[in-house]
């Protein structure tokens, strides 16, 4: 073999799309992929993880930062509060985002609340797309710039407070250094429930 040969070598990611991966994508929840062994018992096990888990029904957030001047963002099912003093939150992104690495970067990162007629708005931020801001208006939040999503229910200003290993996810805590919520709004909520999005009305 010519030692210039390993420069003109395929790269491993097209190797894998002619030999088959050994690791699958498994959506647990929307734009969040897991590599899950490709054997049919690990599969199964996954996917009664992913059942069982999702009938928790929870809200719909958007994580969005600022990464060299361009917005960032990412939608995150799992977020909650954890501290009033001081004021924490935590959301938990899988090691497979791309979006976070970006966010972790700049050291923080507004949370934005959606409203359940923006699930165009998650989709679009669950996607793979490169410019998933082409079309979506916001504004910066005051202190740290990140992106406000214009229609959200409530907005958390935040810096990255600590980043804790957890299986194939991080568990991030943020330190809220500002909030905001239209009060007189009267708009529902965004959730996920069983894999689809749903709303806290009854027609839905």
């Not at 931020?125 to 490169?130: D, E, F, I, L, Y």
């Not at 935040?158 to 943020?174: Q, T």
Request: include cysteine.
């Amino acid at each position: 073999m010519r030692p210039d040969a390993r420069a003109t070598w395929p790269s491993p990611e097209l190797i894998n799309s002619w030999l088959g991966d050994q690791d699958i994508d498994f959506e647990f929840r929307p734009g969040e992929d897991v590599a899950v062994h490709d054997d049919p018992e690990a599969v199964a096990q996954a996917r009664l993880f992913r059942d069982v888990l999702g009938r928790f029904a929870s809200g719909v957030t958007v994580v969005a930062g600022v990464s060299n001047g361009e917005p960032v963002g990412m939608t995150c099912q799992s977020f909650s509060s954890v501290s009033l003093d001081p004021p924490l939150v935590l959301f938990i992104p899988a090691k497979s985002s791309r979006a976070w690495p970006l966010i972790q970067r700049s050291g923080r990162f507004c949370v934005n609340f959606l409203a359940a007629d923006q699930a165009d708005l998650s989709n679009i931020m669950a996607s793979r797309g490169t410019d998933k801001f082409a079309d979506v208006k916001w504004t910066p939040a005051p202190e740290t710039g990140s992106p406000m999503l214009e229609g959200a229910l409530a907005h958390l200003d935040c810096a990255i407070h600590a980043v804790h290993e957890a299986g194939d996810h991080y568990v991030v805590i943020g330190r809220v250094l500002d909030l905001v919520a239209d009060a007189d709004s009267d708009a529902d909520p965004l959730l996920f429930y069983r894999g689809q999005y749903r709303t806290t009305d009854a027609r839905s």
